[in-house]
C-alpha cells in the first residue's frame, strides 16, 4: 500500500486529515520489512476505519517537547495541558524549585516535561493504576529520566497517602478526572471508548477528586511552594474556592489556546 492509497481509503473512511495521518502511519510503519510494512499498513488503516484513535494506534503521542509512549492504560495527553506544563516550568525555575510531585501522572506525560525543562529537579509521578505507572515508568527510561523520577502506586482516596509520599513538596501538579459522571456518556467516542474511564470519570459533579486533593495538598507543600491544576471548561471557578478553603492562596487562572479557563494556580 503506498501513501495515496492510504490517503483514499482513509479519505473514504471520513477520518478528518487524511494527508496528516497517513504520513503518520508511513513514519510508523517505515523501518519494518516491506512484506510486514504492507500487513503493518493495512492493520493500522483497519483499526483508524473503526475510530480507534491514531495515538492509540501508533502507539506514540507528541506532547510539549517530545514523543510519549502511550495505550488504553493511559490518558492520551492533549495540547490542553501544555499550558499547565508551560506555567510549572516557568514557576520552577524562577523559584529553583527542586521538588514536584504530579498527582495522577498517566503517561507521565506532565510530570516528565517539567523535569525534562528542569535539571536541577527531582520529581514523583502517583497514579492508582499500575499499568499505567509502568507506561509512565517507560517514558522516563526511553527519556533518560529515571534516575531523577519516581513512581508510586496510590490513590490519593487511600488512608495512608501523605505518610507514604512525605512532604515538603515544591510543586504540586495535577490533571485528575473532572468530568461529570452523567456527561460520560456524552464524549466522543475515541475518548470514551479508548480513553481510561478512572481518568475521566470526576463524580457526580466532576470536582470530587479536587475535594478530596484539596484535603492533601496543604500538607504535602512546603510554604511557599504552588499547586497547579487543570480545569475542566466552567471549572476554575470552582477549584479555585475548594483549594482557597482548603487553605491555600490563589494565584491565577490560565487561559488555554482555545480560551478556556484551563489551569488554576495557587500557592500555600
Ligand atoms: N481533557 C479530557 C477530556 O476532555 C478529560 C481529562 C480529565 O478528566 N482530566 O476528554
Given at each position: ?25 508511513m ?8 512484506r ?56 520552577a ?20 516535561s ?28 526511553r527519556?533518560?529520566?529515571e ?122
Amino acid at each position: 500500500m503506498d501513501f495515496e492509497e492510504l490517503v483514499r481509503a482513509l479519505a473514504g473512511g471520513h477520518i478528518a486529515s487524511p494527508r496528516l495521518e497517513a504520513g503518520m502511519m508511513m513514519q510508523a510503519a517505515a523501518d519494518v520489512a516491506p512484506r510486514e510494512q504492507k500487513h503493518l499498513l493495512e492493520e493500522m488503516l483497519e483499526k483508524r476505519l473503526a475510530h480507534y484513535p491514531l495515538d492509540k494506534i501508533l502507539g506514540r503521542r507528541a506532547f510539549y517537547k517530545y514523543d510519549f509512549e502511550v495505550s488504553e492504560d493511559v490518558l492520551s495527553p492533549r495540547p490542553d495541558t501544555e499550558t499547565l506544563v508551560e506555567a510549572a516550568i516557568d514557576l520552577a525555575q524562577k523559584n529553583d524549585f527542586s521538588s514536584v510531585l504530579d498527582l495522577g501522572t498517566g503517561s507521565g506525560c506532565i510530570l516528565l516535561s517539567i523535569l525534562g525543562d528542569c535539571p536541577q529537579m527531582r520529581g514523583v509521578g502517583v497514579d492508582k493504576s499500575r499499568p499505567a505507572l509502568e507506561t509512565a515508568a517507560r517514558n522516563a527510561r526511553r527519556l533518560k529520566l529515571e534516575d531523577r523520577t519516581a513512581f508510586r502506586c496510590l490513590s490519593w482516596f487511600d488512608d495512608n497517602f501523605v505518610s507514604v509520599l512525605g512532604t515538603g513538596f515544591d510543586l504540586l501538579v495535577s490533571n485528575p478526572p473532572y468530568i461529570p459522571s452523567g456527561d460520560i456518556p456524552g464524549l466522543d467516542d475515541e475518548v470514551r471508548k479508548h480513553d481510561p474511564l478512572s481518568a475521566l470519570d470526576g463524580g457526580t459533579d466532576g470536582l470530587e477528586h479536587y475535594k478530596k486533593i484539596a484535603e492533601i495538598a496543604p500538607l504535602i507543600l512546603k510554604e511557599g511552594g504552588y499547586i497547579l491544576l487543570e480545569a475542566g471548561i466552567g471549572q476554575a471557578a470552582d477549584i479555585r474556592r475548594i483549594f482557597s478553603e482548603g487553605g491555600l492562596s490563589p494565584v491565577s487562572v490560565l487561559k488555554d489556546l482555545a480560551g478556556i479557563e484551563r489551569c488554576v494556580i495557587l500557592k500555600k
